[in-house]
């Protein structure tokens, strides 16, 4: 039996009405396709524009912070948990640093304590470093253990949830299994990461589920580099002839796709539209 087309070439602008988004999205064939045994597709001519935030909006947009006297108060009120929201937009090192020292402020202010902690950049060493401004206060950035137990169940701050936090985390390295406390001399400091996004996951209802993800999916159909900076086009094609999917005996109506990073998110490209081709062929059962 032939195969019942030869290539499909898919451009969000051309999506279905019931679509969501540009990473989120279906396509209407004009005709049931139905693949034959040994049918297998290849995911070629990818263009992805690179139009997503250093942060976005629930998505990693989230720092936990818990500050404290260092000899408690006796009723416990110098103690505070609070989730500090920065800001969606593209930054560089300086402005992310600023963005984060003023959300800080805002959310952990002391009339008596006023600054009580300070965000820097530095450039040489691209890291970022938040220090404590008096002696006799300490605090912690929850890691995503930290997090995901709520600090063993003592955090009494505003209620989140813990298995979709959206932390800030992976932008500022916070990768330490549980997070000490800082004082005046010792202040947080960690490695900055302004691509949050390292490899773009192309899911699909296309296929017959043969592939195994990071975080056990088992619709990825094609794992996309982000080998391109903010405002330029990620381009990518098929290198090597074994990086195929099955879709033998599997009939199309409708295909639908999601864009995803590692944490399963979908990526906000903001309205940019990207494109990609489908090759269908047919494989040799004896291989």
């Known amino acids: 039996m032939a195969l019942p087309i030869k290539k499909i070439y898919i451009d969000t602008k051309y999506k279905a009405r019931e679509s969501i988004s540009n990473s989120n999205f279906k396509i209407d064939l004009p005709q049931t396709l139905s693949f034959p ?23 990693n947009d989230k720092l936990f912070v818990m500050i404290s006297r260092i000899v408690p108060d ?28 003023t959300k800080i402020r805002e959310t952990i202010f002391n009339v008596q304590f006023p600054d009580v902690l300070s965000v820097a950049y530095n450039n040489r060493k691209n890291t970022i470093n938040i ?10 950035i929850l890691t995503e253990d930290d997090i995901s137990t709520k600090l063993n169940d003592t955090w009494i701050g505003d209620s989140y949830d813990s298995n979709n936090p959206h932390s ?13 406390f800082y004082t005046l001399s010792n ?9 949050p996004i390292r490899n773009i996951y192309i899911h699909s209802s296309l296929g017959n589920y043969n ?15 982000v080998s391109s900076n903010s405002g330029d086009y990620i381009f990518d094609q098929v290198l090597v002839g074994n990086d195929f999917g099955d879709c033998s005996k599997q009939t199309l109506r409708t295909i639908s796709f999601e864009l995803k990073n590692v944490h399963g998110d979908n990526i906000n490209f903001h309205g940019s ?15």
């Open 37 to 59: 045994e040994n049918s297998v597709f290849y995911i070629d001519d990818v263009s992805i524009p690179h139009s997503w935030y250093t942060i976005e909006e629930n998505v």
């Open 187 to 195: 202040g947080y400091t960690g490695g900055l990461n302004l691509q």
């Open 131 to 140: 220090t404590i401004n008096y002696t006799d206060w300490h605090f912690k």
């Open 74 to 101: 006796e009723d416990n009120s110098g103690t505070a948990y609070k989730i500090v929201t920065i800001s969606p937009g593209i930054y560089n090192g300086t402005e992310i640093a600023l963005e984060m020292q």
């Open 273 to 287: 539209n990207l494109s990609f081709s489908i090759i269908f062929s047919k494989m040799n059962p004896e291989m």
């Open 211 to 225: 592939t195994l993800g990071a975080r056990n999916e088992t619709s990825i159909i094609k794992k996309v580099p």
């Open 168 to 180: 800030i985390n992976d932008i500022i390295s916070n990768n330490y299994l549980n997070s000490p």
